[in-house]
């Protein structure tokens, strides 16, 4: 059961015992506890190390603003570092090891750093181990190895992850008493109501507290509520999901632990879910977190928040120590006493620094012990936990406090006063007040849509948070559309009189060299404070940065107001004045895995395959990334290697037939009255004069004259034509020409479909392909007088009704044939069956790529958008008369001018291969820097010149056909000799394409 | 919170339409005088669906309408379509090969596509028709009551698939 | 994540659309001096402050529309298709 488990009280259920280790020792704990509840329950006191000085650490909170006690979670693949234990609910089998220490957590050498310490202040390494300069990289070895927390799992995550888009009329952030009290009117007017709570089972501050609703206990309330709105079909609540962050126009982030709480996920189930929550209005009732006070070895295991230590004796019948000490500046931690006197432990005394007497409540709460008014605590004293605290008294304002004397205690009980928890409400651009009364930043002007409540808005009287939050439900409900209709009855609780918290931000030094933490995770104290302010970092942001406070795991949750509070001391001005660093999501850390979701992997791009993707793979070929495309690259026989195969598939095209998959090219569907107009306009060459039946090359420019794509389009009729595009350009020669037909000539009647999936298309090419189109469709059909070069016909191929297109991207006899994707295989294995006779085989994209660099046809790669049509060769397209898109800037006088790059071809005079994307120059450079001319966009081995080749540009290229230049690659070092020729190699009077 | 459940509560089914089309340009007019034949007299509003006699019109954009069968056999060919709206500003493409589709059925069909659909999902009422995205892909889905018809593209039919059966994962545990 | 208010599907999640940039710039006729086709392919303005800018739908009704939208605060104020009907 543990030492400090009480017998009796709390709200766990004790017949469910758990078992757990913890640095492979085995305790036990009950269902409900959290691995913190049970560790204390167990007298286990040094959880952890901190951060710079592996000072031990133990527990401090009891939830999200824990600074210290960190874990390594779990082992093997599902092992985590840094895991808070206060928010880590206990399962049976539970494993979790101490971090940041060597060799243990009880005995760590890292203390050396802590005898170190006068020579690691804040930004130590900015002004030690620097000389000698040479050793530097020595040092920075060991310096980031000791900067670092846990280590993480090195096996990739098991678990699968989720993400939700949702939508709500009220999203209320915090299931506390002004949380629920929004709920329950907010739900009531039957408006769709969200509420998100971090916690396994909300509460609130009612986790903390004893305290009375509506005339009956609070968990009594607390229960009746839930159950209550979770009859109503209106009503969605998530607990475990954290809000993290607050993004444009009401969108709430937040994550949602859906399995953290078991050993693993069940089958199927996602271990976390980030939820995209779009609400019309929200209300943010995130409650407020209690802070530390800075005295002397304030960071020792015994010293907890008061509000801690009453929650693990509330909830989880847990007593922190034996003997404690309370040491406040507010009345909030008077009810510390009873809460520790019903788990059997002893309070000792009431140390308050305030000069004015506690409030009435607080003094019937002290009973009869001892009460030390205007005292601090100076130090703690013990070796690994706290033993005693030495207490003085404060004699007047700025004198130093006299020591009076020592108490022996193992546990302190601090209250620095409450910070309302306004991180969403910073995220919305919020601005922030400072309240001194709270000695807190509250939320200032309202904001659009967003409503707070509770003691998040700085209000801390339990029938005031749930009067704002009933308040906050009913406006943010009728801003929403919804009116509540029958009244609405108020949570109540009895009235408080409260005496005020005086702000104490640290206790004077007193001549002690005891440090005074302010952060106790990165172990920053008030002495690094006054460094950085001597050393000229005033500003609030210098500070964090060079002391790193509140750059922990915990954000400075329970300090940054007294690290704000000590600059502002030093600086001699108000809090206000000095400000506060920025709110940024996430709130809370929240895992890549969660984020991601299941876009990782395989899945992180979308993948797009051709009707006939499943014949390719059947048929062994070789599949590429091509775009988001999945095309054949080369299909390789039983005994090729990769070169082999490219090569016979090239040879076959040229020598025999050949077929390949174009199906991936876009195609785009342009129909209506002023069809051809619009192609007029946008292609650079005619297209109102193509007759029915026929397909035109076509060449579109961007607006600024430089050319963007090509491709063939076909008129079906009067009015409707077949355009392709690239496979590329696809969706942006769409996105470009809807820009034009609906914002540049809106009068225009045309309209554009995407067709690219609904057609697949095959090229047959070679000598033989008319032979087998004949066989598929008919001698007279496929014939030359009836199919031109350039020409369209339809047929019928296995009764499936085709286009067939007679154009040639590889320079030989060839067709494009183009049908229904669902029928795409039915076709190419009937073509494929009937071209057995004259050895049909199929090619891919590499010997594609090699077929028509031989024929000197442009892609992407002299596409590149820094060429223009004349560049290219395709000058005397550009039609003189009428608009089209780039003509304008296409005539300017740098895309006229002579000395342009040219597209040339190059053929490698002594066979060395020819890099892709090599310079051109002149003369060979003999190893100095020399004079580009152009560049190499594509090579090749050709096996028909039986030579390297390629496509180059260079510089006014089509005045030195026979010239020899150099293609020059510094990255390789290499040279090659070429000569310059024309850029069509095989057949340039395109005898073959128009047999 | 994902309870055990001894019936799916989400199927995907793939299903297909024999004829598909993409038409722009209908107007009340030329809908309702011809294709009148059809059973529809009416066009649905924008974002809405309408039933005919073995055919269903969808409004998924400005001035553009899915007409879809899943009878084979239906007089509406392309060409008879064509020839009923001759002479009017509307045009019709053949979409038939271009989509995957499928019917997402169960108690937990929307919490899968909220999944993947940035849009508004728990407020489309039978007949609804959106256009958006689910995942990475665009998606056109028809809310058919309790039900779903989701249309992606054909060539991103694979992945969708492969997202589909990720996402149902958790509800059939 | 802004709420784009696409004109016909009302409004949704900025993940559907593309931006383009201004909307007031207009195309120049053919006859219109070099300069004014320069500032219409390369010059824009950089207001701090309320924009008129193209969005397009693409993961929607691939429409084109315009948004008036604040660079700096990031309000979505109106849209309207491009051309009025």
């Known amino acids: 059961m543990g030492a400090f488990r009480n017998s009796s009280g ?40 901190s951060f710079k000085y592996h000072r031990p650490r133990g527990v401090f909170g009891m939830g999200v603003e824990e600074p210290s006690a960190m874990v390594r979670l779990r082992t093997g693949a599902r092992a985590e570092p840094n895991v808070r234990v206060t928010e880590v609910e206990l399962f049976d089998g539970l494993e979790a090891h101490s971090q940041h220490c060597w060799p243990s957590v009880n005995f760590d050498l890292g203390a050396i750093a802590n005898v170190m310490s006068p020579l690691l202040p804040a930004g130590f390494y900015y002004k030690t181990f620097m000389w000698p300069a040479t050793k530097w990289m020595f040092y920075e070895h060991f310096i980031r190895k000791a900067a670092g927390f846990g280590s993480s799992a090195t096996e990739p995550d098991p678990d699968n992850y989720s993400r939700s888009y949702e939508f709500c009329d009220v999203l209320i952030v915090g299931a506390g008493p002004a949380g629920l009290s929004a709920a329950l009117s907010a739900a009531s007017s039957g408006a769709k109501v969200m509420l998100v709570d971090e916690t396994p089972d909300g509460g609130g501050r009612l ?130 006493v009873a809460a520790l006197h019903a788990v059997g432990a002893q309070v000792v005394a009431v140390v308050d620094s305030r000069t004015q007497s506690p409030g009435k409540r607080a003094l019937e709460q002290l009973g009869d012990v001892k009460l030390i008014q205007g005292s601090v605590v100076m130090k703690t004293k013990g070796l690994r936990s706290v033993q005693a605290v030495e ?38 651009q919020g601005k922030l007040n400072f309240d001194d009364s709270i000695g807190a930043f509250v939320p200032g002007a309202d904001i659009p849509a967003l409503h707070v409540a ?75 404070i006054e460094l950085a302010h001597t050393e000229g970092f005033v500003s609030v942001e210098h500070l964090k940065r060079y002391t790193t406070l509140g750059m922990g795991t915990d954000q400075g949750r329970t300090s940054n107001i007294n690290g704000l509070a000590n600059l502002a001391r030093l600086r001699e001005a108000k809090v206000p004045e000095v400000g506060h660093t920025t709110f940024r999501p996430p709130y809370t850390p929240v895992s890549l895995g969660a984020l991601a979701g299941i876009d990782f992997g395989e899945h992180l791009s979308p993948v797009r395959r051709t009707p006939l993707h499943q014949w390719h793979e059947r048929n062994h070929a070789h599949l590429q990334n091509s775009g988001a495309w999945k095309r054949p690259a080369y ?38 009255r002023d069809a051809a107009e619009f192609l007029e306009r946008i292609y650079i060459n005619r297209w109102k004069s193509l007759q029915i039946g026929r397909c035109r090359y076509g060449l579109m420019l961007r607006e600024d004259g430089f050319v963007f794509d090509d491709g063939t389009s076909t008129r079906l009729s009067e009015n409707e034509f077949y355009m392709t595009t690239t496979t590329a350009n696809a969706g942006p020669v769409l996105e470009h020409m809807e820009i034009y037909a609906q914002t540049v000539w809106p009068d225009l009647h045309v309209h554009l479909t995407s067709i690219s999936d609904q057609w697949a298309g095959m090229a047959l090419a070679g000598p033989f392909s008319r032979n087998v189109l004949s066989s598929v469709i008919g001698e007279q059909a496929a014939s030359n007088e009836n199919l031109p070069y350039m020409g369209v016909i339809k047929a019928r191929i296995a009764d499936v009704s085709v286009l ?111 890099p892709r994307g090599a310079q051109i120059i002149a003369e060979p450079s003999k190893g100095k820097p020399a004079q580009t ?63 | 919170m994902a309870n055990r459940k001894s019936i799916p509560s989400v199927l995907v089914l793939e299903i297909e339409f024999s004829l598909l089309y993409q038409v722009h340009g209908l107007t009340t007019e030329s809908c309702g005088n011809r294709l009148k034949e059809f059973g529809v007299h009416l066009l649905p509003a924008y974002g809405k669906s309408a039933v005919g006699d073995d055919f269903e019109i969808l ?37 038939s090969s271009a989509r995957l589709t499928v019917q997402v059925a169960g108690v937990s069909s929307r919490t899968f596509l909220k999944k993947g659909c940035p849009a508004d999902i728990d407020s489309l009422e039978s007949g609804d028709v959106i256009s958006s995205v689910i995942g990475h892909l665009g998606a056109t889905i028809h809310c058919t009551g309790d039900d779903f018809t989701v249309y992606v593209l054909q060539s991103f039919g694979t992945d969708f698939w492969e997202w589909c059966r990720l996402s149902t994962m958790e509800f059939n545990m | 994540m802004l709420l784009i208010p696409c004109p016909w599907c009302g409004k949704r999640a900025q993940t559907e659309f593309t931006y383009r940039g201004d909307a007031t710039v207009e195309r120049p006729d053919l006859a219109d001096s070099d300069a004014q086709w320069y500032d219409y392919v390369y010059t824009r303005d950089n207001p701090r402050g309320e924009h008129t800018e193209w969005w397009h739908h693409t993961g929607g009704c691939r429409k084109w529309f315009k948004v008036r939208r604040n660079t700096w605060t990031h309000e979505v104020i109106s849209s309207e298709p491009p051309v009025r009907d």
């Not at chain 1, 492979?24 to 006191?45: E, P």
């Not at chain 1, 809000?243 to 709430?252: K, L, Q, R, W």
């Open chain 1, 10 to 49: 709390g709200t766990l259920d004790r017949t469910q015992r758990i078992r757990f280790r913890f640095d492979g020792k085995q305790y036990s704990g009950f269902q409900g506890d959290t691995l913190a509840s049970a560790l204390l329950a167990n007298g286990v006191r040094v959880v952890g190390r």
């Open chain 1, 207 to 336: 986790r903390f507290d004893d305290e009375v609703i509506n005339d009956q206990p609070a968990d009594k309330w607390l229960n009746e509520t839930l159950h209550e709105l979770s009859k109503m079909p209106n009503f969605d609540l998530r607990f475990r999901t954290t809000a993290f962050g607050y993004y444009d126009e009401n969108m709430v982030a937040a994550l949602e632990r859906v399995s953290d709480h078991l050993p693993e996920p069940e089958p199927g189930q996602v271990r976390q879910r980030v939820l995209q929550i779009r609400a019309k209005q929200v209300v943010l009732a995130s409650g407020s977190i209690e802070r530390s006070i800075p005295f002397g070895y304030n960071d020792k295991p015994g010293v907890m928040l008061a509000s801690a230590v009453r929650g693990y004796a509330l909830k989880y019948a847990v007593a922190c120590g034996r003997r404690a000490v309370v040491f406040t500046n507010n009345d909030s931690a008077y009810a510390t």
């Open chain 1, 391 to 428: 207490i003085g008294q404060i004699t007047g304002e700025g004198d130093s406090p006299q020591k009076s004397h020592t108490i022996r205690c193992d546990l302190v009980c601090v209250s620095g006063g409450w910070t309302p928890t306004v991180h969403l409400f910073s995220h919305a």
């Open chain 1, 454 to 528: 509770g003691s998040a808005n700085g209000e801390f009287s339990l029938a005031a948070c749930l009067r704002q939050g009933s308040d906050a439900g009913i406006e943010s409900a009728k801003q929403a559309g919804y009116e509540i209709t029958e009244s609405v009855s108020i949570p109540t609780a009895p009235e408080e009189s409260v005496s005020d918290m005086e702000p104490l931000w640290g206790v004077p030094r007193m001549g002690s060299r005891a440090k005074r933490f302010v952060d106790i995770q990165n172990d920053v104290t008030i002495d690094d």
């Open chain 1, 635 to 672: 299909y390789p026989q039983t005994g090729e290697n990769v070169q082999d195969a490219i090569l016979r598939e090239t040879r076959h095209v040229r020598e025999k037939v050949g077929i390949t998959d174009v199906s991936s090219l876009g195609k785009i569907d342009v129909q209506g």
């Open chain 1, 804 to 914: 067939v297109f007679r154009v040639s991207f590889s320079g030989e006899l060839g067709y494009e044939i183009h049908m229904p994707s669902r029928q795409a295989e039915l076709v190419w294995e009937t073509i494929l069956a009937a071209g057995q006779e004259w050895e049909i085989a199929p090619y891919g994209l590499e010997a594609m790529t090699i077929l028509r660099i031989e024929k000197g046809h442009v892609v992407a790669a002299e596409l590149d958008g820094r060429t223009t049509a004349a560049d290219l060769g395709f000058g005397r397209m550009m039609k003189p008369d009428g608009d089209y898109v780039g003509k304008r800037l296409a005539e300017r006088s740098a895309l006229t001018a002579n000395g342009r790059k040219q597209l040339v071809g190059i053929k490698s005079i002594d066979s060395s291969p020819i």
């Open chain 1, 933 to 995: 001319v152009g560049q190499v966009t594509s090579a090749c081995f050709s096996p028909h010149i039986n030579r390297e080749i390629g496509l180059a540009l260079i510089k006014e290229g089509r005045l030195i056909y026979g010239k020899t230049m150099y293609a020059a690659s510094p990255l390789t070092g290499r040279e090659i000799p070429v000569e310059v020729v024309h850029h069509i190699f095989i057949d340039p009077e395109g005898e073959r394409v128009r047999g």
């Open chain 2, 59 to 95: 409004s998924n954009g400005p001035g553009m309408w899915m007409v879809q069968s899943r009878n084979r056999e239906s007089e509406l060919t392309l060409v008879h379509l064509r020839e009923l709206l001759a002479d009017t500003d509307a045009t019709v493409t053949d979409l």
